[in-house]
């Protein structure tokens, strides 16, 4: 038996009870940023955090990914300037009611959460041929959001709140981080133990925005092509049960 034969996994189905919790880590993860509590992130959890965020798929197992740990408090200040100034902008773009709510929205908490990380993609890690980016470029920027994707889910299992900022100049973010052109701030992230993690996204429970039926989109072979009607019922069920907090059945 050859080494790759012989590395199979033994167990192919997740024992009810882990089934269940993957999806409670997936229907309750929020993006958090304002109930950030002070208390330290101990080395062993974030050690497992990012872990589960290097255990991510990539494109060509290239693995682009990179996790810079900000600490700082004086860096921590330049980055929070950089928000400020790039959010000063983004009100600016909306009218009316709308930007008298993005005015009142908290969107990031730089400052407040113990630890703040900026996962990057080394688009130049294994040179420039890599095995399935030759024709989708961007490949290697997805496998990272993989990345950050395991880190946010490996969080809310572990009780810690993360919340994405991305209004910030990427220039800025750059320089401030002292990134080599070929690397890419592909996430900013704030991560903590919180007081609490909200029920609902906050941009919903804020009138911004809501949930879109899943049904809707969803489609047969094409572009917006004919609905599966058995599937749509289903489908239906699952999304009124994960809102009402319980689990797809
Ligand atoms: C790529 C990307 C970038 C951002 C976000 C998310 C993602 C995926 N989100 C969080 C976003 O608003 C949130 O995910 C949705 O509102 C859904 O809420 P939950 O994540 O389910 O709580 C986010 N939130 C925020 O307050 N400031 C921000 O700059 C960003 N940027």
Redesign the pocket.
Known sequence: MTEHEAAIQGDDALAEADRLGLYRVLLS???V?GQFLPDPIDDAVLARVLTAAHFAPSVGFMQPWSFILVRSPQVRGRIKAAFEAANTEAASMFDGDKAAVYRSLK??GILEAPLNICVTCDRDRVGPVVLGRTHIPTMDLYSTVCAVQNLWLAARAEGLGL?????ISEPALKEILGLPERVVPVAYLCLGKVSHFFAQ???ESRGWRKRLPLADLVSLDRWEGERDEALAAELDRAQAAAEGGGIIP
């Open positions: 993860r929020r993006d940023r969107l990031e919340g994405w900022v991305s209004i996204p906050e941009l």
